[in-house]
């Protein structure tokens, strides 16, 4: 993905950021840290043109910041909510966001079902839970007409499955660009049926 000057000195910055945060707490694991840009930068700058245009958005569970930093230094403008419960990995975001001059990112360190937010125009969370665990969060936290967009890897489709069963909700899917077995969801008109 192309990024302008601006966006790919900033990206650079975090990548640098978290490179040198990861020997002291574990962010990512070593085994992808070599291959930063590819597997966890643009795995989440792809997430981009499938956000609404506007409007607050809550990334759950954002650890090293994948995809809410990424998403925050692409449009530093908007206002983004990152739940993170490891006061270890919220004390990093903080950091991060100071550093790279994002004054509109909200570090909120707590569970996600305590976080106190305002209604969101998208969530994201990747690695985080199954999406039965997520579904919740996206009904409790989504304004209307809002949209979640979870990545998933081999097991979309059983997570997909499993949540049909209790779950109502309007589903499109994306090929990821930087893995072939991964696909992103985005699912809006989210609601729970009850048994």
Same mark, same amino acid.
């Given at each position: 993905m192309k990024h302008s000057p601006e966006t790919a000195a900033r990206l650079a910055g975090y990548r640098d950021l978290l490179l040198r945060w990861n020997t002291r707490i574990n962010l990512i694991s070593v085994e992808t840290a070599g291959e930063i840009d590819q597997r966890h930068i643009e795995d989440c700058a792809q997430l981009r043109p499938l956000l609404p245009s506007e409007g607050p958005i809550g990334d759950f569970g954002s650890g090293a910041g994948l995809p809410g930093l990424v998403l925050a230094i692409m449009q530093p403008e908007r206002e983004i909510h990152m739940v993170e419960s490891d006061k270890r990995k919220a004390a990093f975001l903080v950091e991060a966001s100071a550093q790279l001059k994002l004054p509109m990112v909200r570090v909120h360190a707590c569970r996600a079902e305590?976080?106190? /937010?305002?209604? *969101?125009?998208?969530?994201?969370?990747?690695? !985080? @839970? $199954? /999406?039965?665990? *997520?579904?919740?969060?996206?009904?409790?936290? !989504? @304004? $209307?007409?809002?949209?979640?967009?979870f990545p998933k890897g081999r097991t979309a489709e059983k997570e997909l499955t499993e949540a049909a069963q209790d779950w109502h909700f309007t589903l499109e899917r994306f090929p990821s660009a930087t893995n072939p077995e991964a696909t992103i969801l985005r699912l809006s008109n989210i609601h729970h049926v009850p048994p």
């Open positions: 305590n976080a106190r /937010l305002p209604p *969101l125009s998208a969530i994201t969370a990747r690695a !985080l @839970a $199954p /999406l039965v665990a *997520l579904l919740p969060y996206a009904e409790k936290f !989504l @304004a $209307p007409g809002g949209v979640a967009i």
